[in-house]
């Protein structure tokens, strides 16, 4: 029989309205992005980035996260989470009401110093101060996303170990905190083999209940599947996409945004994998989301016909 | 340890000059054709789909593919291969010097008559036909190219044990015959979990010594990498892709070419699997067929910047 069963289930985050949104030069009109978010709830997503909360002066796009957030207060079936980079952003997205905090730090010192000014050792001081605080709020959990984990613009290929380096010092500051650990393809470089052997290697040294993995990819490469895909069966059980595939940089030519939410339905679809999300409602959203001014988008899916979007069994 | 280990060579067959040039409308010059495969040959291919041996009158794009066979003539280490739809062109074809013949034959009728104008049964009788012929050449050999074999455009969903069924009706004509059987995902469709699935049954069925397996995919999807890597950790040795993704369809908005080459050897590359490519060379390959007039193209490694181009381990 087949080598790869499809998993029951993956959960899909979608990080559209935090890495899409982000990479749109002029900052979009809040009621705009709640018009955008509340198509990807009607599509059947539950899990959703929805901004993040950092200097409004370093990112503007993200600057009415709060706002957000409080459009959506009382959604109990949704699961959001905002990205904080420091303690300053965790502090002020507990205090907005958000229940699921993304710290992110890169593996590589040049990419965290370049993404959040910082050294890997000062981001995960921060990481620190912010587990008490999560202790303190006590309902509150913790998405480590880890960046460069196979990549790093500056320094190039990132060794499994030293993905594991920074994982186990995060993990001794988080004690028995629950973590979900994304590994990050943040260049989208990665290829499905070094995916397979940094997670089947983590998952081994790392194994236990209060972790959960989940990877972070892009589909720049073309990889952006397959990629998804030998993660999810290599440990993975949460993957982030991005609807439409929003994204990509304007000043880097050929940068795509995340693998578009749609690509990764579709096959998923296709093993009979439980991810809750309609297809064809998540492909309106695509429309509405790749007609947003200023937006740059790379989905397969949307360049079919719409008759023709069923996965083959 | 990872469950996906590599494999430690992988063949690519360069389809870009049938499939690829057979897409564009105005049939490019043969001296053209000639620049482009030496680039091919160049960047390594050892293994190459150079024509078809069809009605010049139903496919104009064709009509030289002698004229290339004739060409390359010399080229001792290559492997060249033609497809023929019928006996006529397997006649033609070994009468030029072809040593490998493609037979196209498609699991479901319907693709079958709109693409060679005949029944599944008629186009068996013609491989019998063609097997008796082979067989007194004696060091010419077959490859079988079984279309629709995960989705057809007219009849939908293909289940394996349709694939079984025309499968084990050609065995039966071929034979102690050497064979190379590709199973074509001629829509795009198919998924990964759908390819792992029809390889999985098949090859248990149909596992022998003279047997060898291919797959020829698309990325219309977004799945070529994934299928093709799919198909490889479930009995495939063999990959069918297109310099550039060149292909698809000026009447098929949409449609794109086969998985292109450079894609599938940055993604083996990653897991050290070897191809005998140069990805330089080979991009050099693709920027010219990009180049060509009226030629549709489809590639993730040609959009990223040239020094990024070397996967990571």
């Given at each position: 029989m087949s080598l790869l069963s499809p998993p029951e289930r993956v959960d899909i985050v979608e990080v559209a309205p935090r890495d899409g949104f982000q990479s749109i030069r002029d900052p979009l009109p809040t009621d705009e992005k709640i018009r955008c978010i509340q198509r990807l709830i009607d599509a059947g997503?539950?899990?959703?980035?929805?901004g993040s909360f950092v200097s409004p002066r370093a990112i503007?796009?993200?600057?009415d996260t709060d706002q957000l957030v409080a459009a959506f207060?009382?959604?109990?079936a949704m699961r959001f989470s905002a990205l904080v980079p420091n303690l300053r952003g965790a502090e002020l997205a507990l205090a907005k009401g958000v229940r699921e905090l993304v710290f992110v730090v890169s593996v590589s010192e040049s990419h965290n110093q370049g993404n959040v000014r910082r050294s890997v050792a000062e981001s995960l001081e921060d990481l620190a101060r912010i587990v008490a605080l999560l202790k303190q709020e006590g309902n509150a959990c913790l998405r480590l996303d880890l960046g460069t984990?196979?990549?790093?613009?500056?320094?190039?290929t990132i060794a499994w170990h030293q993905v594991d380096d920074v994982l186990t010092r995060a993990r001794d500051l988080c004690g028995d905190l629950h973590l979900e650990v994304a590994l990050c393809?943040?260049?989208?470089?990665?290829?499905p083999y070094q995916v397979a052997n940094h997670f089947s290697r983590l998952v081994e040294r790392h194994?236990?209940?209060r972790l959960k993995w989940a990877f972070h990819g892009h589909d720049t490469y073309g990889m952006g599947v397959a990629n998804a895909l030998f993660a999810i069966h290599h440990g993975a059980t949460t993957l982030d996409a991005a609807c439409a595939g929003l994204g990509g940089c304007?000043?880097?030519?050929?940068a795509t945004g995340n693998t578009a939410t749609e690509d990764l339905v579709y096959a998923l679809n296709g093993g009979d994998?439980?991810?809750?999300?309609d297809l064809a409602r998540l492909l309106e959203a695509a429309d509405a989301i790749a007609a947003l001014p200023g937006g740059q988008t790379a989905s397969h899916l949307r360049q079919v016909p719409r008759g023709r979007v069923t996965s083959p069994p």
């Open positions: 997503i539950t899990r959703m980035e929805i503007p796009q993200m600057a207060a009382d959604r109990a984990s196979f990549d790093c613009p500056y320094e190039g393809d943040t260049t989208g470089r990665a290829t194994a236990g209940p304007p000043f880097a030519p050929g994998v439980d991810t809750g999300i």
